[in-house]
């Protein structure tokens, strides 16, 4: 039987008017806190430190924590709003159970957990163990997401745990394992301030890691030259020495082209590349004919350009590449991960001072969480679920019999895939938003309503939390202690600063509870955060992502640690590679062949558009935390299409009309933003919003076949403008489709 999602109306008469906004002036009691706590964001992955001020177990406000290393007091515009979450008047206060026909309800602790440990139990003794899945999420600190890990394998022994790290840091994870053995950007983000030239390619760094870009400005200021490689002229673009306006779903082809000039052009450094790598030779054949010519034929950039990049990067003595989602989101995300990595390797810029490559960790622990066993071929210490090795020393740790852990599972959108069939029936999810972060949400949708029994923890009731049956009230980042590791690969200390607020639980709670409910009690027997982070040290001893040698007090007396940490004197490792020892098999960097191959989708006389995706500044995600925060609503208020002048002017189209974009997928209606910083063939679309606002509608689900990251970086779209210009942003409008 199909269930619906509780409708806007139901939401309106249950909640208020949705969705509500904290206070635009703020808390008050901001000027005489009872205690200022230092710790961090809990947005993006650069975990600026912040200090939150408390005032009667609420956050009312914060201050810069100036001495904090990496943003020395600096924030973004999300990181000066973050405080107004725990007081927020959308804040789920307590767990809601679905009546049929009816909506939500409140109910009580006990009423939840019964009905979630029954289904689950209903569901796993008539489907198989592999029935009820598992969605996680990596704003989890690295406690929660070891304990998910722990709690899908041991308590309900499920394969079927995946998270949304999916959508983010896997196919760089995947280019990094292919490459160094290890998945951790290789330097400490102050070695950018002397590199001569800097890379940045699919990294919109100022308005998605804007305290980072600090680092890029101290370089430039010592005459460091930037090379940005993107559809569009993003703002570090506008200064940047050359801007590459490439063409979605093309960078292998530009890696490729600009690899071959290297050697070409004899700009390698031959003694690294033979005493330290392997694969040079195959990985050089496959790039013999990617010539300039043929280059700017694919990706659409002058070749002359592309030759000016190459000579800048082979020329330099010191250099620093980032990449982030621009490349990596695509069908073929892993090989252009690789390919950019090539281009390090063949000029050895590796395991030196001011010499670095990095991708840049998307989410707040998009690091921790993606080592810990959260993934669904993954156990703790960044292991292999497959390897024999590794499943026996984890069930050790884990106290239970190797034969009863299970073996690799679906990956997220194979989930929903999974869903679809009928083999998935039972789901919970902590910490992801499917229905608006998944590509072609429609499809999303009818997997949701296809569900004999979903349930959901999270703090405020996100947009797919609409379909479940059962919502668990969990709690905010700032109301547990805990850890998250950086982009840079600093573990740092996250603070409680108050407890959950009504009858929410902390997260933590709710899994001991959950695991003590299914008669796996005796596994979960922690007192406190710090007592699972000592078992996950345990857990990731031997791993090549190893936190052994990390306490809670090290941390706070370093602000800080970098792993691999191994032993209790270790002092962390800032900078990877200075042995120049790899951990592949062979010890070796390797290089690997990343030929060119198509998108998934291409444009053709029906849909003769790209459309891409990404962000804006100033909104976070799935949009459930910052769209609840009236000062970055205002600042952007909806989603927008971008669209070049030229393009505009082929359609007709003015500023502010409503265009309708459509894909094979689906359609949503957004207001066209004519702007030259696009490629005249290309469109635009953040994806922050739920229901018509939603480029998920558009997407393609097709995945990268090593990473299976889904390619939201590239499809084909048609412009439809509807002649009439968009009326202010209505949040009910959006909804509408939810
Ligand atoms: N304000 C804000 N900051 C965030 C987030 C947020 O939601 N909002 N999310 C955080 C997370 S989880 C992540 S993963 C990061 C993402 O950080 P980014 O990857 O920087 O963000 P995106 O906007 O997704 O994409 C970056 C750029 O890729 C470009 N691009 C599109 N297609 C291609 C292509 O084929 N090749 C190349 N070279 N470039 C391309 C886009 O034009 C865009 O400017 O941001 C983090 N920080
Ligand atoms: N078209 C398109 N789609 C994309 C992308 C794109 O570039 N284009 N980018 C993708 C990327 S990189 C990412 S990372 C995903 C993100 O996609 P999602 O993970 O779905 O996005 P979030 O908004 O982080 O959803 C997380 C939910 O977790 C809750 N939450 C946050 N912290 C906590 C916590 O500590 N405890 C609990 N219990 N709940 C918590 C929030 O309230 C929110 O409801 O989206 C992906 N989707
Ligand atoms: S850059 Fe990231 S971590 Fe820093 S304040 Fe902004 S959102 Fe928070
Ligand atoms: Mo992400």
């Not at 600026?48 to 001495?67: A, H, R, S, T």
């Not at 725990?86 to 009423?111: A, M, Q, S």
């Not at 281009?343 to 840049?360: D, E, K």
């Not at 009731?461 to 850890?483: M, Y």
Request: net charge negative; charged share 25%.
């Amino acid at each position: 039987m199909a269930k619906l999602p509780v409708s806007t109306e139901k939401i309106i008469e249950d909640f208020g008017p949705h969705l509500n906004y904290a206070p635009k002036d703020g808390y008050e009691g901001r000027d005489e806190p009872d205690e200022v706590v230092k710790t961090h964001c809990c947005f993006c992955g650069m975990q600026c430190g912040i200090q939150l001020l408390v005032k009667e177990n609420k956050v009312v406000g914060f201050e810069p924590w100036m001495e904090f290393p990496f943003n020395e007091g600096r924030l973004c515009p999300k990181g000066v709003q973050r405080y107004l979450q725990n007081n927020h008047p959308d804040r789920l206060l307590n767990p809601l159970k679905r009546v049929e026909g009816k909506g939500f309800e409140k109910t009580t602790w006990d009423e939840a957990m019964d009905k979630t440990v029954s289904e689950i139990k209903r569901i796993q003794d008539k489907y198989g163990k592999h029935a009820f899945a598992m969605l996680s999420g990596v704003s989890l600190t690295n406690e929660k997401s070891y304990l998910v890990g722990k709690f899908a394998r041991v308590a309900l022994k499920t394969r079927n745990l995946d998270y949304n790290g999916r959508l983010c840091m896997v196919s760089a994870g995947a280019g990094n394992k292919k490459a160094f053995g290890l998945d951790r950007a290789s330097n400490n983000y102050s070695d950018l301030e002397h590199a001569e030239v800097i890379i940045v390619t699919g990294a919109n760094i100022s308005e998605t890691f804007p305290t980072l870009t600090h680092w890029i400005w101290k370089a430039r200021d010592r005459g460091a030259k930037l090379i940005v490689i993107d559809p569009r002229m993003i703002p570090l673009a506008r200064t940047a020495d050359i801007h590459l306006d490439i063409k979605p779903g093309t960078d292998s082809a530009l890696y490729g082209a600009m690899l071959k000039y290297l050697v070409d052009h004899d700009m390698l450094d031959h003694d690294f590349i033979d005493n330290y790598t392997s694969g040079f030779q195959e990985t050089i054949d496959a790039v013999k004919d990617n010539t300039l010519e043929w280059a700017e034929e694919i990706t659409g950039i002058d070749k002359e350009k592309i030759k000016a990049a190459a000579e800048l990067w082979g020329k330099a003595k010191t250099s620093f590449l980032l990449h982030a989602r621009g490349i990596e989101q695509h069908s073929k995300g892993v090989d252009n991960v690789v390919g950019c990595i090539n281009l390090v390797l063949a000029t050895g810029r590796l395991g030196r001072p001011y010499c670095g490559y990095a991708t840049i960790t998307g989410q707040g622990n998009g690091q921790g969480g993606r080592e810990h066993g959260h993934k669904c071929d993954q156990l703790p210490g960044n292991r292999d679920i497959e390897n024999p090795e590794h499943r026996k020393y984890i069930s050790d740790v884990w106290g239970i019999d190797e034969k009863d852990l299970p073996g690799k599972g679906l990956s997220a959108y194979e989930i929903i895939d999974a869903i679809h069939r009928g083999e998935i029936k039972g789901l919970l999810s902590i910490c992801f938003n499917p229905l608006v972060s998944l590509p072609n949400n429609n499809y999303v949708r009818e997997a949701l309503e296809k569900l004999e029994f979903y349930v959901c923890i999270d703090f405020f009731l996100n947009e797919t939390a609409r379909h479940a049956d059962i919502v668990l009230a969990g709690s905010l980042q700032e109301e547990e202690e805990g850890t998250t590791t950086s982009a840079e690969g600093r573990v740092i200390r996250i603070r409680q600063a108050v407890t959950p607020p009504g009858d929410a639980r902390t997260d933590t709670s709710i899994f001991l509870e959950l695991a003590k409910r299914l008669g796996e009690e005796d596994k979960f027997t922690y007192e406190n955060s710090e007592a699972i982070f000592n078992e996950l040290r345990v857990a990731s001893n031997g791993g090549t992502a190893n936190y052994f040698g990390i306490s809670y007090k090290k941390i706070e007396d370093n602000m800080g640690v970098f792993w691999p940490c191994p032993t209790d004197d270790h002092p962390g490792t800032p900078r990877l590679w200075e042995d120049k020892v790899f951990c592949t098999p062979d010890k070796k960097a390797h290089f690997n062949p990343a030929p060119y191959r198509l998108p998934s989708e291409v444009t053709d006389d029906e849909y003769p558009i790209t459309l891409t995706t990404g962000r804006v500044v100033s909104q976070y995600l799935s949009g459930t935390q910052t769209r609840r925060i009236g000062k970055l609503v205002d600042q952007f208020p909806e989603p927008m299409v971008e669209i070049h002048p030229e393009l505009a002017a082929q359609y007709g189209i003015k500023q502010r009309e409503l265009i309708k974009v459509v894909t094979r997928r689906g359609e949503g209606l957004f207001p066209a933003n004519i702007v030259e910083t696009i490629r005249k063939d290309t469109v635009f679309i953040p994806y922050h919003w739920p229901g018509m606002k939603s480029a998920n509608q558009l997407t393609i689900g097709t995945l990268d076949p090593v990473s299976k990251m889904p390619e939201f970086k590239v499809c084909a779209c048609e412009l439809y403008p509807q002649g009439t210009i968009a009326p202010p942003s209505s949040e009910s409008e959006a909804y509408a489709s939810v």
